[in-house]
């Protein structure tokens, strides 16, 4: 069984900094990506960042210059940086597993990042 979960969300001001984690644990393919998603009230979810099993990156085009995505190796986690945040950037942040080997997708259970003066 696959176990996700977030951590580092948390009230802001605009213009500030959070980094947010996802850990990942249990029986995973080598090929996979780690995404993150938000869903901001009343929207739908968005994707927001992706990091391959083979350490390509891709990030959504409304965050590209503030956020950053990342990972360790050895904790089999990844990380998302958050720079100059602004309060659309107001979501529960998620992080997925996309497993290619068996096409199953595991959520953890989200991470509240609010954006506010």
């Known amino acids: 069984q696959v176990h996700v979960a977030e951590s580092g969300g948390g009230l802001v001001q605009p213009g500030g900094s959070l980094r947010l984690a996802c850990a990942a644990s249990?029986?995973?393919?080598?090929?996979?990506?780690m995404n993150w998603y938000r869903q901001a009230p009343g929207k739908q979810r968005e994707w927001v960042a992706t990091m391959s099993s083979a350490g390509g990156t891709n990030v959504a085009g409304s965050v590209k210059g503030r956020f950053t995505i990342s990972r360790d190796n050895n904790k089999n986690m990844i990380f998302l940086q958050m720079n100059n945040l602004k309060p659309d950037d107001t979501a529960v942040y998620y992080c997925?597993?996309?497993?290619?080997?068996?096409?199953?997708?595991?959520w953890g259970q989200g991470t509240q990042v609010t954006v506010s003066s």
């Open positions: 997925n597993i996309h497993d290619f080997f068996s096409s199953a997708d595991y």
């Open positions: 249990g029986a995973i393919s080598k090929m996979y990506a």
